[in-house]
């Protein structure tokens, strides 16, 4: 399903048994035009080339793979070769955020939303903590979850959000999440929760209610 463009405010999607409100972080929360995952690659790349004293070829090549095989770059170094989590995380993280500017709309309309707003993200919590601040949305969720919560399971493996939604105490029947990562989406369809794919082009696939490129756009539009 395609939800109304963004100027057909008048429209309202029917989100009103929705009592918990999941965010993704990175290019959900702001554009992908920001580039910040370019940073967080780059040094990535970097840390494995250190940790497993490979070049950047190969470094760039098992980024790249574990991402696609394990969810994300930092399971497979964990599974793989046994990495203490905790450097990585704080390591790759440490990027300049000078590209992302305050969003006081998107702002509003998260502020809007009726019941719990959460922020669940594959990073980890204190940089999602960083991010938001510097979109100009903090103080409007009540927490933040990063893969540091979820026993180190990644999306999109189910273990992940029965951890994270269980320390939440959301009920998947009556929570809605927005992610940019279609994979990510599919273990919450999948346990009842509203779905929302937040990209420039829509990928249709049964696991995903609806679409949009204009998240805040998006949200004008709920009836809740």
Not at 197 to 222: K, R
Request: contains cysteine; hydrophobic residues 40%.
């Amino acid at each position: 399903m395609q939800p109304p463009a963004p100027e057909h405010a008048e429209i309202s999607l029917d989100f009103s048994h929705v009592t918990t409100w999941v965010f993704d972080l990175d290019n959900t929360l702001y554009p992908p035009a920001a580039r910040l995952f370019d940073q967080i690659e780059q040094r990535m790349t970097d840390w494995v080339m250190d940790a497993l004293k490979v070049d950047r070829k190969e470094a760039d090549r098992l980024r790249a793979l574990y991402w696609r095989d394990h969810g994300t770059t930092l399971a497979g170094l964990m599974r793989n070769h046994g990495v203490d989590p905790g450097p990585y995380l704080s390591y790759v993280h440490e990027i300049d955020l000078g590209g992302l500017v305050p969003d006081r709309g998107l702002a509003d309309h998260i502020a809007a939303l009726p019941g719990r707003k959460i922020v669940y993200t594959n990073g980890s919590a204190p940089y999602a903590q960083r991010v938001t601040a510097a979109r100009g949305l903090e103080g409007l969720f009540d927490a933040f979850y990063g893969v540091e919560h979820a026993q180190f399971h990644p999306k999109p493996d189910r273990r992940a959000f029965e951890v994270v939604f269980a320390l939440d105490g959301l009920d998947p029947q009556r929570a809605a999440m927005f992610e940019d990562d279609p994979r990510n989406l599919s273990v919450p369809h999948a346990m009842g929760l509203m779905t929302v794919h937040v990209a420039e082009t829509a990928l249709p696939q049964d696991h995903i209610h609806y679409h949009t490129d204009d998240l805040a756009g998006f949200l004008s539009c709920l009836r809740g």
